[in-house]
């Protein structure tokens, strides 16, 4: 089964993006909390690029919202 463009994959996405603009953050800011470039920002929220959980974990932690309550609003939409 692919995932990346999926209907899920792009609610995830959606979702990331959102997070991140609540955050007031902008990708090169989220890319340097996480230790990262900015293009691993730009790539998954683009849907060019897949996460992993503890990528998704990190990625939740740097942005202050809770993965596993962003997981069930993901499933449900």
Known sequence: MKS???AE??????YLVNARDRAGMTQQQLADKLGKHQSF???YEGGERRIDVIEFL????????DASRAIRTIEKR
């Open 4 to 6: 990346l463009r999926s």
């Open 9 to 14: 994959h792009v609610r995830l996405t959606q």
């Open 58 to 65: 990190h990625i939740a932690r740097a942005l202050g919202f």
């Open 41 to 43: 920002v730009a790539k």
